[in-house]
């Protein structure tokens, strides 16, 4: 819990190395922190970020006018400002800073878990967090879907919040009695500072494929920004490391010295490893193998094999904590289902439609795959690309999808500022190189209803894309919709569903 006599100084103090604030500003009592100006409130610092399209900046006069004691800020004060400005090198670190400070460094008391890669990461924030309540203890889990504290369940604004907002539930969860906070933590979070100074129990590393590059540019841009969890600035690095031997972006990240390293996948070079996987519509069992332990035999209703390393990374974190081995297993037994995940719809229909969140080409290539192994008559994959995104992946993702389906339905996905037209021709570039048969409809809902309508007894439809999103971003606006109720709709209007047709 925070102190109510902390001062300007005593808050900004540890922010930066080279920062001094001048007197008397320095001397002013902070009641609170902000870095959106309609919530601040008197005797708030407010701090204002450079952003990508809107600059905090010309939100400072409103925060000072709503009763800010000063603008911290990286930029300098606009002209004709009248108000305390504080500069300092990087705004966002600054704010990571002083948040911890406010709150009582309540990173410190709690085990938390960062999550970063390019896929899997919701999935083993919910199974890392099944196994820490299997464990009996109040938990907190951060990600793309929503956000989990105590058992309150909140509306996810990022992937990884800003820093300010991760202490207030840090703060949160300990004042309810938590032990835990299990984080996805993206690569734009990882760049942009949001998580910096955050102390973390365990850093889990899952993958690195293509995305992102909007942002980052490169891959190695890329993944240095994903090594930043287990190298960290401003931060004792993590002392647990959980890698996937399986990939060979693990072997870059290299964890100093005296990190305990768990280095889990299916292959020979894998510590922890998964021996005699079995599939099936209903789930997944293997042997789990690991130095100084006895076999144990863990079960999952999740399917696919991207999960089965999603489910060694939560067992290596589990572990990590002290947990034993059989309340691990429970753990992983009682994570049933992951929202927008290989997420079935069941109207009583004679094929499978499953709702989906790929978004990249390996994440497409893995989702048929995992159809693949349920052994269906035919795979129909609908798919789009997000617009305002990495172009380049777009003909990979055609490529993906046309590679291993029987027939694909090519359609929008969130087209944002620009042309869906536009986004459907990159990707028809890659999906034109097979012979798949296809059909494009930028409609989404038409594409939706077309694709469960050509389906037949013992076909998979994959609908992918969205996943749990329930909304759509266009050019001018952002409208409800999600792909789970259309399917449900469109089953319903197929006479699924309803009495005696189940």
């Known amino acids: 819990m925070n102190s109510p006599c902390l001062t300007i100084a005593d808050v900004l103090g540890g922010a930066t190395e080279d920062l001094s604030v001048p007197n008397p ?23 204002a970020f450079p952003g990508a399209k809107v600059d905090g900046r010309q939100f400072a006069t409103k925060a000072l006018e709503n009763g800010a004691v000063a603008v911290v800020s990286e930029l300098d004060a606009p002209e004709g400002l009248a108000g305390p400005w504080i500069r300092v090198p990087h705004g966002r670190k600054a704010l990571a800073a002083a948040a911890r400070r406010f709150y009582g460094a309540p990173d410190a008391k709690l085990g938390i878990t960062g999550i970063t890669g390019t896929n899997g990461k919701t999935t083993t924030s919910y199974l890392i967090d099944s196994v820490l309540r299997a464990a009996g203890n109040v938990t907190a889990v951060v990600g793309t879907i929503e ?19 991760l202490f207030r539930m840090f703060d949160e969860l300990l004042r309810a009695g938590g032990a835990n906070a299990t984080m996805e933590v993206s690569s734009h979070a990882l760049a942009l500072g949001r998580v910096h100074g955050i102390h973390f129990h365990t ?13 980052h540019g490169t891959m190695d841009a890329y993944f240095e920004a994903k090594r930043l969890l287990f190298v960290p600035e401003g931060a004792p690095a993590p002392p647990h490391a959980v890698l996937n031997a399986d990939d060979d972006w693990s072997y870059r990240i290299d964890p100093p010295s005296g990190t305990n390293v768990y280095w889990y996948g299916i292959g020979d070079r894998a510590e922890v490893r998964a021996r005699d996987v079995r599939f099936s519509f209903d789930g997944l069992e293997f042997r789990l193998e690991m130095p ?41 037994q009682e994570c049933r289902t992951v929202p927008g995940r290989f997420e079935r719809i069941d109207m009583g229909q004679p094929f499978l439609v499953v709702v989906d969140y790929a978004h990249t080409d390996d994440a497409l290539r893995n989702l048929i795959g995992v159809a693949r192994a349920l052994n269906p008559k035919r795979v129909i994959t609908l798919f789009g690309c997000g617009g305002d995104r990495d172009r380049a992946k777009r003909p990979l993702m055609g490529m993906a999808a046309a590679e291993a389906s029987d027939f694909v339905v090519l359609t929008s996905d969130n087209p944002r500022s620009e042309d869906p037209l536009a986004i ?66 469109v089953l319903l209007g197929m006479g699924f569903g309803r009495k005696g047709r189940s």
């Open 25 to 47: 500003i320095g001397n002013l009592p902070v009641a609170g922190l902000e870095y959106d100006s309609r919530k601040v409130e008197p005797g708030y610092l407010f701090f």
């Open 424 to 489: 459907i021709n990159d990707a028809l570039v890659g999906l034109n190189r097979f012979d798949t048969p296809h059909l494009i409809e930028p409609d989404r809902h038409t594409a939706i209803q077309r694709a469960i309508q050509r389906a037949e007894e013992g076909d998979i439809v994959l609908i992918a894309g969205k996943g749990h999103e329930p909304y759509q971003v266009l050019k001018d606006r952002t409208i409800d919709f999600d792909d789970r109720e259309i399917a449900r709709e």
């Open 203 to 215: 850093g889990v590393f899952t993958n690195l494929t293509r995305d992102h590059l909007d942002f």
């Open 147 to 165: 956000y989990h504290l105590a058992g309150r369940v909140m509306k996810a604004a990022n992937t990884t919040p800003e820093s300010l907002d």
């Open 292 to 332: 100084g332990t006895v076999e144990t035999r863990i079960t999952s209703p999740l399917v696919g094999r991207h999960n089965v390393y999603n489910i060694l990374a939560a067992i290596c974190t589990g572990l990590s904590y002290g947990v034993d081995m059989a309340t691990v297993a429970q753990g992983i």
